[in-house]
């Protein structure tokens, strides 16, 4: 079965501070895709990154960072030198390599306080 | 390049009612799925096309939901007889090729 886990319920950080969310996820796929999508208050999902699983580097764009470690299913995202527009529900995903079936998290809710 | 659209944004209706809702794919997308997200949870499958051809359903499609969509391009979700369980948003998604999945606003349902 596929399973994707955000411990993280909700958290809160004041503007500037780096916060990291945690993603741990569960498949039998020896292929599969990783996703982290963004929904901000006005609940449209924003895309913000996919990796496959043979590909483990570690990816960073502007203040977001993720860092994919196989060994212990985690998929964790982290935003550095956090501000307001931050703010929102972080969902992490899983796919087999067709993309047709997503399986998201719970989702963890950032609030960023300024 | 418009994104996903999806109609209405907002929908209250009665116990027993039937919704229909509409969404627009991105462009050339061929591939449209449908996902229903309840409060504090993320969103979950109930559906995706390929063209006109419906290719998988969920467990969560129960009888009381169809899903179509006629000529490949824009789909429709229409739920019968609607319980108060049925309260959610419900998410359009498109995508084409190998590319990832992108959502629409989504509709969301209110079923008093």
């Known amino acids: 079965a596929q399973k994707v886990t955000q411990a993280q319920t909700e958290i809160s950080v004041v503007e500037k501070e780096d916060v990291t969310l945690d993603c741990v996820y569960e498949?039998?796929?020896?292929?599969?895709?990783l996703f982290w999508y963004k929904q901000p208050p006005s609940g449209e999902l924003v895309f913000l990154i996919r990796r496959n699983s043979f590909d483990e580097q570690n990816e960073i764009s502007g203040r977001y960072s993720w860092n994919f470690q196989k060994s212990t299913s985690s998929f964790n995202f982290t935003i550095t030198a956090s501000q307001v527009v931050d703010s929102a529900v972080y969902f992490c995903a899983l796919s087999p390599p067709s993309y047709d079936k997503v399986i998201f998290g719970p989702g963890t809710s950032l609030s960023v306080i300024p | 390049d418009t994104g996903v659209s999806q109609d209405p944004r907002h929908k209250i209706t009665k116990r027993g009612q039937n919704v229909t809702f509409r969404c627009d794919p991105i462009?050339?997308?061929?591939?449209l799925y449908w996902y229903r997200q309840t409060l504090g949870q993320g969103p979950e499958f109930l559906t995706y096309f390929q063209n006109e051809a419906q290719l998988e359903k969920s467990r969560l499609l129960s009888d009381r939901f169809s899903a179509e969509r006629p000529k490949g391009s824009f789909s429709t979700l229409e739920i019968q007889r609607t319980e108060q369980g049925d309260s959610a948003m419900y998410l359009c998604?498109?995508?084409?090729?190998?590319?990832?999945?992108?959502f629409g606003p989504g509709t969301r349902l209110l079923v008093l």
């Open positions: 462009s050339e997308h061929n591939r």
């Open positions: 498949t039998r796929d020896t292929t599969y895709y």
């Open positions: 998604a498109s995508r084409k090729g190998g590319e990832t999945q992108y």
